[in-house]
């Protein structure tokens, strides 16, 4: 990354973020509050689910595409490497997002009687961002995988 | 349309010669918006279980045997188990009406129907339960090969959709054509540029998170276009409708579709 | 009450894996969009999705916001005996719909 004054760099990209995120989701219906998540907010809701634990990477597959149809119907699908026996299976995935209006996309509870840790449900994405998979396994440990993913607007938009 | 797509139309145009009349696509080159869709968009349409366009065709269902508070009789009084008595009808619309002396599209026909012969108020634009007749009656057509513009009658009116069609609109001074004949296939703002057959319609589209009829897209079209899009219920709207219909002959309907 | 769709095999083998679908019919007004009138529309989304396998939970979910309308899920679950499975959504203004569908285990 080049070496541009502090308050250039990041009043420039800024403005360049603010101005998508609005178009983006002007487009999608959606008003931008000035309660955005941010990598922030996404990092402080993901620990309210971890705690303290560390957060490993591996086990979790993500599956998005990387260029959505669509920001306002995106299909996902998540699994998680597990036996999903009585003593070693998979408690819980969460799913986080970094740019839509509120870091939170959907918390599932699965348990022994999955037969197969996997779930696929449609997101709304408000933006080029990062989504994160977080699975929560019996012992009490947490694996992840953070998938990015390019929204763009609609071609032709319904209102102006 | 950002003005970095707007840009990208401009020099595309620029760089290959605009004939004032517009080619044609070959017939056995037309694609569906279905074959343009990633994969699970098409998962989405192909199980009914999983295609939200099928809550407005259960409504449609539970409506056609309704009888209203001021209606005489239910769309099944007159018409019986729609399965058999509307197959193929959505797949020939819009039709000629010879009372009004022009073609109709389905959901005017289903209004018709609603004035003259169940003595009832008819359904707004774009309401519930008028998309949810539309996607019913147009459910029954699934897979059939569509018909309409046959009628000789309905030439004159198709010829003006046609001439809608190639018209250039708006600030972009651009066709339906230029985007939909010229230059199907290539990107536009990162999405691929449909042929534009209304072969699925009332679809439920991604972008508005529900059903929604033709005249709706269309009306996408000229605001994305930046042209003025007719008034609702505009006669252009079906002369259009029946152009497209017409140039999308032979291929199978998809109703209730999904597109993005 | 709004409508509702399952896919539950009818028929599967014991200790069989099977995938069920659920897709219920709602807007999920996320509480972000501004209306006409320049307010806020506010906030209108399923909250909570349980489905229960004759009485016995195997899967629960919280919705968001991000959830797009017309949520779907498609999760699995082991065929352990023939039997009910019941969905249940609940959610923002007292919003509540079931639906059920039975399975043979052989």
New interface residues.
């Given amino acids: 990354m080049t070496q541009q004054p502090e308050n250039l760099q990041q009043t420039r990209r800024r403005f360049l973020r603010d101005t998508a995120a609005l178009?983006g989701s002007v487009a999608l219906g959606l008003s931008v509050t000035p309660a955005e998540a941010t990598p922030d907010t996404m990092r402080a809701a993901i620990k309210r689910v971890v705690g303290e634990g560390e957060l490993r990477q591996g086990k979790v597959k993500l599956d998005l595409?990387p260029?959505v149809?669509?920001g306002?119907?995106v299909?996902l699908t998540v699994s998680v490497d597990s036996p999903m026996t009585d003593t070693d299976y998979v408690k819980a995935i969460h799913i986080f997002n970094e740019r839509n209006p509120q870091p939170n996309v959907i918390g599932a509870y699965l348990g022994p009687r999955a037969g197969r840790a996997s779930l696929s449900t449609r997101i709304r994405l408000a933006d080029t961002q990062n989504v994160i998979a977080i699975a929560e396994l019996s012992d009490g440990s947490f694996w992840s995988e953070s998938v990015n993913v390019?929204v763009?607007?609609?071609?032709?938009?319904?209102?102006? | 349309?950002?003005r970095a797509?707007a840009a990208v139309i401009t020099s595309a145009l620029l760089g290959c010669a605009v004939s004032a009349a517009a080619d044609e696509i070959p017939l056995n080159q037309r694609k569906s918006g279905y074959e343009m869709?990633?994969r699970?968009?098409r998962?989405?349409q192909d199980?009914?279980?999983?295609n939200?366009g099928?809550?407005w065709v259960?409504?449609g269902e539970a409506l056609w045997k309704r009888k209203d508070d001021a209606a005489e009789k239910s769309c099944a009084d007159c018409h019986g188990d729609a399965r058999t008595s509307m197959k193929g009808v959505a797949a020939r619309y819009p039709a000629f009406d010879a009372a009004r002396g022009r073609p109709v599209d389905l959901e005017q026909r289903i209004n018709i129907c609603r004035t003259d012969r169940q003595k009832a108020t008819p359904f707004p634009a774009e309401s519930k339960e008028l998309l949810a007749l539309d996607a019913y009656v147009s459910r029954q057509s699934r897979g059939l090969p569509i018909e309409a513009g046959s009628d000789e009658r309905s030439k004159p009116f198709l010829e003006k959709g046609r001439a809608l069609f190639n018209e250039r609109q708006g600030q972009l001074n651009l066709s339906c054509a230029q985007c939909h004949d010229d230059n199907w296939g290539q990107k536009?703002?990162?999405?691929p540029?449909p042929q534009g057959h209304p072969n699925g319609y009332p679809l439920y589209r991604?972008?508005?998170?529900?059903l929604g009829s033709l005249q709706r897209r269309l009306?996408?079209?000229l605001?994305?276009?930046r042209a003025e899009p007719y008034s609702f219920g505009a006669p252009e709207y079906v002369d259009l409708e029946l152009y497209l219909m017409w140039r999308a002959r032979g291929m199978p309907m998809e109703s209730p579709a999904v597109r993005? | 009450m709004a409508?509702a769709?399952?896919?539950v095999p009818a028929k599967a083998k014991r200790g069989e894996i099977v995938e069920i679908?659920a897709?219920i019919?709602h807007?999920?007004e996320t509480g972000f969009r501004v209306g006409t009138s320049g307010n806020i529309i506010p906030r209108d989304i399923i909250t909570d999705f349980v489905c229960k396998y004759n009485g016995q939970e195997i899967f629960r979910a919280e919705l968001f916001p991000a959830i797009?309308?017309?949520p779907?899920f498609a999760f699995s679950t082991i065929a352990t005996e023939s039997g009910t499975l019941t969905f249940e959504w609940s959610g923002d203004k007292g919003f509540s719909a079931t639906e059920s569908a039975d399975i043979t285990v052989e």
């Fill in positions: 178009a595409p260029l149809e669509n306002n119907v299909s390019i763009t607007l609609a071609a032709c938009v319904e209102n102006l | 349309m950002t797509a869709m990633g699970e968009s998962a989405m199980d009914d279980l999983t939200p099928m809550f259960l409504d536009l703002a990162g999405a540029i991604l972008e508005w998170q529900t009306r996408n079209c605001v994305g276009m993005p | 409508r769709l399952v896919n679908k897709l019919q807007d999920m797009s309308a017309n779907f």
